[in-house]
Every structure is written in C-alpha cells, then in structure tokens.
C-alpha cells in the first residue's frame, strides 16, 4: 500500500461467544458497570484483544513503532509522507491517532511533512480505526491495558488513566469506507432504565474521571494549551461530529 511494507493480522473473533483469555488477561465487567452502566460484549472484548495482542507482538519483538489500520479503512495520498514524519517524531509522542471520530479542542503542535499537522486534544477522539504507537506508548498500553474494563477506543480516550500522551493527525490521514458496518455490537443504553442510585452512582464517577482529566491537564498545561477548535471539515468519514 502507497510503497509500504504492510501485513495482515486475523481479528480476534468474539462475534458469538467471550474469545479465550490469554495468561495475563482479564474482564472486568464490575469496573465495566461502574464506568458504562452496562457489561462489554464479546464483539468488543475480541476488538480489544484484536488489538492489544498485536502490540505486545510488536513490542516482543523490538519494535520501536507499529502502525495499527482496521481493514475498514482508506487512506489519504498523503499517509505515507505522515507515516515517515511520525517516525521520526520524540519517544514523548506515543499514540497518534490518524483519524478521529469526535471533534474536540486542541492544540497544533507542529507539521508532519508537507499537507498535515500533529495535534494534541483535550479530550479523546474517539476510535481505533488507524493510529501508531511507539515503543513507550506501547509498554504503558500492555502494562495496564490487560484489565479490560471498556472498549479499546475508550479505553485509549482516557489517556490520563495510563498517562498516555495521545495525538492527532490534522486532516485525518485515514477515512473508512462508506456504507460499511461495524460487527461490534453494543449493548443499548436505553432498552431499560437503569435505577436511581445506578445511574447516580454512573454521574459520580464521570465527574471524578473528568476531575481526574482536568487536574493531569492542568499539570501539563503547556502540551493542551494555548487550544482552539479545529477548522471543518477534518476528514472525508462521515460519522465525525
């Protein structure tokens, strides 16, 4: 693809049943309740490991940076160019993100070869479609990424838990493919209306979670800030917002 060396992976299937576990893996649908009011699927456990086995492969051995793309994807002409500029980046920059399906704040950090910017949001963009992770990145992703408690996406969204530094390609440098239908199903938030004292419980621990982002934020300042909405369109996927 685009004169790189590429190679394929099988997914970790969880369409029909929880994938086995390997030694060192764990689900935690306790914290999933805690964080989510619901349970992960299967779908979303064998996504999560889908990934996370792919980096500790990389990681085993010796990589130094591995890019990650779902088989869902298209690329811009310009990915090759930002691949190479994103090698050659510092050890402090650990995941970036090629495409992201929420637009958020951030702060434009510097080009990456002739038609893209990197850039470092205040919030996760959600998504795992296609990102990079170096070395660093990937030590701290299999150190505490083992206990699976979200979705792989959100689990990267909460950069601040695993003091993760988690960047953007500006516009995207992937986009997915049209008409096309993610097999990881979700368990619906509105089939039943959760209690009082569980969706209390569910507020609490989203403002400590956001407290908990602001105060790494503010001790960081000067990687989130000065920040300004990006300028539209991002990208040719059709689900950002």
């Known amino acids: 693809m685009m004169g790189l060396a590429a190679e394929t992976f099988d997914a970790v299937d969880g369409r029909s049943d929880f994938p086995e576990l390997q030694a060192d893996e764990r689900i935690d649908q306790k914290k999933s309740l805690k964080w989510q009011q619901i349970q992960l699927t299967s779908a979303e456990v064998g996504c999560y490991l889908s990934h996370l086995r ?17 088989d869902d994807i298209l690329p811009e002409p310009f990915l090759a160019d930002a691949l190479k500029a994103i090698q050659a980046l510092r050890s402090e920059h650990e995941l970036i993100r090629l495409m992201g399906l929420k637009i958020h704040p951030r702060k434009v950090i510097q080009p990456l070869g002739d038609l893209a910017h990197l850039t470092r949001p205040a919030k996760g963009v959600c998504g795992a479609q296609g990102y990079v992770v170096n070395r660093s990145g990937m030590e701290k992703i299999i150190k505490k990424g083992s206990s ?6 959100k689990f990267y969204d909460h950069f601040w838990d695993i003091d993760l530094a988690c960047f953007c390609v500006e ?36 403002v400590r979670r956001s407290m908990k982002r602001r105060c790494y934020m503010a001790t960081r300042s000067i990687h989130f800030f000065p920040n300004a909405a990006p300028p539209l369109p991002l990208g040719r996927t059709k689900r950002i917002h």
Request: net charge positive; aromatic share 2%; glycine share 2%.
């Open 54 to 70: 792919i980096i500790k492969e990389a990681h085993s051995a010796g990589l130094q940076h591995i890019c990650i793309l779902e």
């Open 148 to 153: 699976i408690a979200e979705p792989i996406d």
């Open 171 to 206: 516009p995207h440098a992937i986009w997915e493919r049209e008409h096309t239908q993610t097999t990881i199903k979700k368990n619906s938030r509105d089939v039943v209306t959760k209690p009082l004292l569980a969706r209390l419980r569910k507020h609490i621990n989203k």
